[in-house]
């Protein structure tokens, strides 16, 4: 499943949407936890990884094939990621890989429907803006162990660069962290 959603992704990012719609009708199959997100096991153990790979694909799918049908259902399974990651305060790399979940999926909702993507924004900016107060160190994230975590640093910097180029950050004020 997972080179399934990577695909979907390539496809996204060449403006390709046909491989999308099968992608994500499978993604809409998988079963829900109780609070209604979906069970991401299947396509990793770790939630973060997982969820950076089907959140996207599941906006996209949304945006480009079903008329932005799903778009509250979307909303409400980030606001219940983001709950989760509030409550387990993640270390440097599940932090990364938010922010890049956080980031490709507002790439993959249409700013035209402003309800959502800037609540989708906020959420980006705040937990970001979280993440440098907590991690960033002598001009380097760094884990809390102080060892540096290189994939996740670039992870982040990538993640704030995507954002300072869609204006969902002002490029000038996050130039350093990019």
């Excluded at 979907?8 to 719609?21: F, N, P, T």
């Excluded at 402003?114 to 960033?136: S, V």
């Amino acid at each position: 499943m997972k080179e399934r959603l990577k695909a979907a992704m390539q496809s996204i990012a060449e403006g390709e949407s046909s491989s999308i719609a099968m992608t994500a009708e499978q993604l809409k199959e998988l079963p829900r936890t109780a609070e209604g997100l979906f069970d991401t096991s299947v396509v990793d153990s770790d939630f973060y990884e997982a969820a950076r790979w089907v959140y996207p694909v599941y906006a996209a799918y949304e945006t480009e094939c079903n008329k932005k049908e799903g778009y509250p259902d979307l909303l409400h399974q980030m606001r219940l990621i983001d709950r989760k990651y509030g409550e387990e305060s993640g270390n440097l790399p599940d932090t990364a890989r938010y922010l890049d979940l956080l980031i490709h999926t507002i790439d993959n909702v249409t700013p035209q429907l402003y309800e959502y993507y800037r609540e989708l924004a906020d959420i980006f900016k705040a937990r970001l803006r979280e993440a440098i107060r907590t991690y960033y160190h002598d001009g380097r994230f760094a884990g809390r162990d102080g060892s540096v975590q290189e994939e996740a640093e670039c992870m982040i910097r990538s993640a704030v660069r995507r954002a300072c180029e869609n204006y969902v950050l002002l490029g000038e004020k996050y130039q350093e962290y990019q």
